[in-house]
Structure formats: structure tokens, C-alpha cells
């Protein structure tokens, strides 16, 4: 099958529940049904970020793959990098069912799954068993589970336990859907898990860089003061942004108040103003990747100019399937000729 196929039988998916049908998909992924992309892609989109080449600025954003059960076919559609997780010390369900929900008129998912996985041990043996060399750059997220968590003890013990196995790892703070999680951006709750981190690192092996995924919906006087935590405790770059509580007035769905985190198409605009900010405000110091809602070659070109060296993707990809890759790819290699742009990097930033 290719991915071109595997796109077009999508629309029946969606007459499964919502999870039960990313179920379904993820298990179609790793029986490779979904083909591979055997295209080349283009010179000009090979870029470089945290020390780390990348053959496209394209990945999958943590959420998709919690456990590590597909990731070779996903790197096989064509993606630069794929980051799986978040993984957690222990397994954990996550919240009841329904916890999943389309927005079909608004390009759009509400989530509330509570960071459902296996735990670290089957997510890092998962890792390991990848045949190398992989064909993208694989990241690893991590977080905290909801009950019986010291924040300050197992971030640690996650990086170490994906560390060998990782390009980089993303320290998630930032999910709407755990209780408390997102009050450990704050300047000192941030500050020491990262210097914990650091130690750890430091005494570790091999040392990946180290990325934290921040959310859209930081007060305003809060950005500052995260990037400068960042930059004090040694992170190479942030994720902008995981999903919002928001709602915005515009949402049309039977679904759009459910609780969790609101992915897709009206998370562009807020966060990429909030990616322009941080840019702004990290003044080199800090790589980032643009996250939310992208969906066509215009939007990821937009993320890098305002200030994304890479981007990602969730809710496009679940909507569209395997061939929204190739796609993405050919528009935006021809978005950044046509304005003159020799590679990526080039145009990261141009108008933030």
C-alpha cells in the first residue's frame, strides 16, 4: 500500500470512536501498511538543529506514538523526526474513556487522554530495539505520572532511561491533562527539575540535548522568565506549543466543550505569536520547533519564519493521512526557493 492509498481509505476510519480509530491506525503503521515515501527529498530542506542534521524540518509531535509502537514505518512516510511518548516512570491508563474527540468542522481534536502509556522500561526497550541507522532523527518526551510523582527525582531517571537511545529528549510540563503539570513551569518549580537534570546528564554516558515543550496559555509576564530558566539550566531549545484550554468563540464542533487540550487549526495563530515572542526573547540562545496546527505548506514556511528551525505536526496528520507528508514537503521546498531562500535555516525568524 502507499501512503497515497493508505490517505484516501481515511475518511473510513473516522466512523470508528476516535481513539479505537488511532488504535487501529497506529497497529495498520507497524504492520507497515501505510507504505513509505520513496521520494527524495529536496537539498533545501536539509537543516541542521541542537548539533543534529535532519533531512527535513518536518516531524511528528509527541501524542501519536505514546508507546514507541510504530516508529520506524512513521519515519518510513517520509518525516524528518519522530518523537514518541510522553513516556512516564510507571505505566499509567490515563483518564476514562471518552477521552479523544474530533472537531471535524474545525480541522480539530480535544484531548484529555492523561499521558496513557506503558512506562519507561517498555518505552526505552522499544528504543533500543530499532534497527540503526533509523532513517530520521528520533526524540523521546517525558513526563511525570499523575499519581506518586517527585517531579524533581524522575525527570532525571526518565532522561537517563532514554538517553542512549535518543537525538534529543523533550521534558514535557506542559499537557493540560495531568493535574499540576503545567504549574511546574514556573520560574523555581522549572528551575529545579532542570538543574537535577543537568547533574544527571552530566554524569551520563551519551548526553542528548535537552528541549521542554511549554504550553500556549502562559501569561504573558510568564514567557520571559521560562526562557531565561531555560537558558540558565542548560535547555538547547523549546517545543512551541503543546495544546490549549482555550476555546476559541469560533469553534462550530457538538464537541467544543469537552475538557482537555485543543489541538489543530485555531492553535496556529496563538501559537506562533507565541513562537515569535520566544524567538524574540531567547535571541539565539534557544532552537525551537514550531508545534500546532499545520496543516499545508504555507503554515509549516510560516513557523519557520517566525522563528521555528523545525516543525511538527498532530491533528493534520490524524485528519489526512500519510500523504499530507510528501506534500508538505514539495510546498515548502518550493515556498523557500521562490523567496530566495537556499535552506532552511536561512529563512528561520525572517519575520518575528
Known sequence: MTPAIASALMPLMRGFDPERAHNLALKALALGLAGSDRGTDDAVLATSAFGVAFRNPIGLAAGFDKNAAAVLPLMRLGFGFVEPGTTTPRPQDGNPQPRLFRLE???????????????????????????????????????????????????PALYLGVAPHAAYVTVNVSSPNTPGLRDLQGEAKLAAILAEIAIARAGAPKQPPVLVKIAPDLAPDAVAPLVETCVANG??????????????????????????????????????????????????????????????????????????????????????????????????????????????????????
Do not use: W
Not at 113 to 133: D, E, H, K, V
Not at 149 to 154: K, L, N
Open 105 to 155: 468542522e474545525d480541522a480539530a481534536v480535544i484531548n484529555r487522554m492523561g499521558m496513557n502509556n506503558l512506562g519507561l522500561q517498555a518505552f526505552a526497550s522499544r528504543l533500543a530495539a530499532l534497527p540503526r541507522p533509523l532513517p530520521a532523527v528520533l526524540g523521546a518526551n517525558i513526563g511525570i505520572n499523575k499519581e506518586g510523582a517527585e517531579p524533581e527525582r524522575d525527570y
Open 235 to 352: 535547555v538547547t531549545g523549546l517545543i512551541v506549543s503543546n495544546t490549549t484550554i482555550a476555546r476559541p468563540a469560533s469553534l462550530q464542533s457538538a464537541h467544543k466543550g469537552e475538557t482537555g487540550g485543543l489541538s489543530g487549526a485555531p492553535l496556529f495563530a496563538p501559537s506562533t505569536e507565541l513562537l515569535k515572542q520566544v524567538y524574540r526573547l531567547s535571541a539565539g540562545r534557544l532552537t525551537l520547533i514550531g508545534c500546532g496546527g499545520i496543516a499545508t505548506p504555507e503554515q509549516a514556511y510560516l513557523k519557520i519564519r517566525a522563528g521555528a528551525s523545525l516543525v511538527q505536526l498532530y491533528a493534520a496528520f490524524a485528519y489526512a493521512g500519510p500523504r499530507l507528508i510528501p506534500d508538505l514537503k514539495r510546498g515548502l521546498a518550493a515556498l523557500l526557493k521562490q523567496d530566495g531562500f537556499a535552506r532552511v535555516a536561512d529563512a528561520v525568524g525572517v519575520d518575528a
